[in-house]
């Protein structure tokens, strides 16, 4: 009789899984799995039965969890909580030890694994590389990579951009071009932010040669969730073009500026696009447009395969231009 309660019980705990965490909706549903963040109004729970899956805050009745994890009630300082116990309906308890907390669900703007120097830093990106070679009459070879990166900590946004394009036909350089651009926003409250951006581009090969812009204005986040992002920015900017013939422009122009992305298929596919479209207040160019949209294929958790099209256009000006590229290659993301 003995032996057979140890059985039953050695089976009990080996089919439980460890460090599993519970999520309870509000129609009665009960969900384990892993917690891997909550923001934007939706809380990823990764499962082994469906894979990451989308919950709507709105819907959880409460949940528990037994791993540490910082929990913010506002946008810049968290309470790192120990452990997560279930409590009534639409709330939570927050257990530190001998004095455990409980707060209402609605009041927890995000959940995430804290991290050892600044908690609530997130930090995402990915590195995309394109190659073609082409043997033929005339050979061709072709070199794009593009750097794209973004952190956050409570209420900046550090965003970094960097791209490279090399071509060469019959070993003459046809494309070699180069820009970097790094933006810093603000956020005035949830959805409203102020961003300030520096951006420079090379081009060796066009008859505009330099671009170097410095711009300011207010953005919008209209969501930034485990299941994508968009904002918008109205930006008043200050542009300088230089061209190969060694003439210079200068003006003030505005432009609108859009971030998008937006992940399907259980976070296997990813439509992106990002890109600026501006007019100057006067002189110079007619507009000027830069920008992409592309999928992206997750392979693994961090590899993928991509393809895009983007487009640099300056019309109007001393120099036009108009390049437009398609890619196919991979890439690496975090």
């Known amino acids: 009789m003995f032996t057979r309660t140890l059985l039953c019980l050695g089976l009990s705990v080996a089919a439980t899984p460890l460090m599993a965490d519970t999520v309870w909706m509000k129609n009665g549903d009960r969900l384990t799995g892993t917690i891997r963040v909550f923001d934007g109004g939706k809380l990823m729970l990764e499962t082994e039965y469906g894979g990451s899956i989308p919950l709507d805050w709105k819907k959880v009745a409460t949940l528990e969890s037994d791993r ?82 973004q952190a956050r900590h409570g209420k900046w946004r550090h965003n970094a951009q960097v791209d490279y394009n090399r071509e060469l036909k019959d070993d003459v350089v046809s494309t070699d071009n180069w820009s970097t651009e790094y933006a810093l926003d603000r956020f005035l409250d949830e959805k409203w932010f102020w961003q300030g951006r520096l951006e420079y581009k090379r081009d060796k090969i066009e008859d505009l040669a330099r671009q170097r812009t410095v711009g300011t204005g207010p953005g919008y986040q209209f969501w930034d969730n485990e299941l994508g992002a968009f904002s918008l920015a109205g930006l008043i900017n200050r542009s300088d073009y230089e061209f190969a013939n060694g003439e210079k422009e200068n003006f003030y122009a505005i432009s609108m500026k859009w971030d998008y992305n937006r992940y399907l298929v259980g976070k296997t596919i990813e439509l992106f696009s990002n890109g600026e479209i501006g007019k100057p207040l006067e002189g110079a160019a007619d507009y000027a447009l830069d920008a992409e949209v592309g999928l992206r294929y997750k392979v693994t958790d961090w590899a993928s395969l991509n393809m895009k099209a983007s487009k640099d256009q300056v019309s109007g000006s001393e120099g036009d231009k108009d390049e437009t590229r398609y890619t196919l290659g991979f890439g690496v993301g975090w």
């Not at 009534?88 to 409980?102: D, I, W, Y």
């Not at 070879?141 to 794209?148: E, I």
Request: hydrophobic letters at 40%.
């Open 68 to 149: 540490e994890l910082l929990v913010k009630e506002n946008d810049v300082t968290g309470e790192r909580a120990k452990s997560l116990q279930a409590a009534e309906p639409g709330k939570v308890t927050l257990a530190n030890g001998a004095a455990p907390k409980t707060v209402e669900l609605a009041s927890i703007k995000q959940i995430m694994k804290p991290k050892p120097l600044v908690e609530d830093f997130l930090w995402k990106g990915n590195v995309d590389v394109a190659m073609d070679y082409k043997r033929a009459e005339r050979d061709t070879d072709d070199y794009d990579v593009d750097l794209k990166t």
